[in-house]
T-cell receptor, first 114, second 112 residues
Framework: DTGVSQNPRHKITKRGQNVTFRCDPI?????LYWYRQTLGQGPEFLTYFQNEAQLEKSRLLSDRFSAERPKGSFSTLEIQRTEQGDSAMYLCASSSMTTVNTQYFGPGTRLTVL | GESVGLHLPTLSVQEGDNSIINCAYSNSASDYFIWYKQESGKGPQFIIDIRSNMDKRQGQRVTVLLNKTVKHLSLQIAATQPGDSAVYFCAETYSGYSTLTFGKGTMLLVSP
């Protein structure tokens, strides 16, 4: 499968714990995006990378959220001190330089904070 | 799996019917639009896209229509099948901007 992959698919954690999610984009894609989706809503943009550079992070929900893409390949999204309101689906997408706006999504990581 | 379709507008059709899903977009500067299909528990799946220099684009069993005057987008699905049941989102963006803004979504239910 050469699509976007995300791990884990599901994560259950207790309030106050830190969680980290991983995204592996389509191999030739140099742009990688993170979105959050709550029940009944469309995905909401969080941040994106072009290669290893994080070009937009003002839409991250709070300073508890951070993302990295150290080698310009896979990316991680970390949420520190999780809160119940962080429960959502976290989606990753990627796109190529030639069709930058055509974003292909992964299956998502479903986070449940107890 | 849990539904992503709670509190969404719903379109119910019979198998074999044609379906039309509508979307009103907000930004008159948007010049690129995508329709995504999202099944329960899965990520959005790219269906078809259209640029603002076009008013119609056809794919396999799907057609997207764009009316820039009233900022309206529609997705037509021909001969709808039970496997088409999902939530459909339109997304918009514009040249030089790298993120997609998603509409609210419509749940399509296809009964055999």
């Amino acid at each position: 499968d050469t699509g976007v992959s995300q791990n884990p698919r599901h994560k259950i954690t207790k309030r106050g714990q830190n969680v980290t999610f991983r995204c592996d984009p389509i191999s030739e894609h140099n742009r990688l995006y993170w979105y959050r989706q709550t029940l009944g809503q469309g995905p909401e943009f969080l941040t994106y990378f072009q290669n290893e550079a994080q070009l937009e992070k003002s839409r991250l929900l709070s300073d508890r959220f951070s993302a990295e893409r150290p080698k310009g390949s896979f990316s991680t999204l970390e949420i520190q001190r999780t809160e119940q309101g962080d429960s959502a689906m976290y989606l990753c997408a990627s796109s190529s330089m030639t069709t930058v706006n055509t974003q292909y999504f992964g299956p998502g990581t479903r986070l449940t904070v107890l | 799996g849990e539904s992503v379709g709670l509190h969404l507008p719903t379109l119910s059709v019979q198998e074999g019917d044609n379906s039309i899903i509508n979307c009103a977009y907000s930004n008159s500067a948007s010049d690129y639009f995508i329709w995504y299909k999202q099944e329960s528990g899965k990520g959005p799946q790219f269906i078809i896209d259209i640029r603002s220099n076009m008013d119609k684009r056809q794919g396999q069993r799907v057609t997207v229509l764009l009316n820039k005057t009233v900022k309206h987008l529609s997705l037509q699905i021909a001969a709808t099948q039970p496997g088409d049941s999902a939530v459909y989102f339109c997304a918009e963006t514009y040249s030089g901007y790298s993120t997609l803004t998603f509409g609210k979504g419509t749940m399509l239910l296809v009964s055999p």
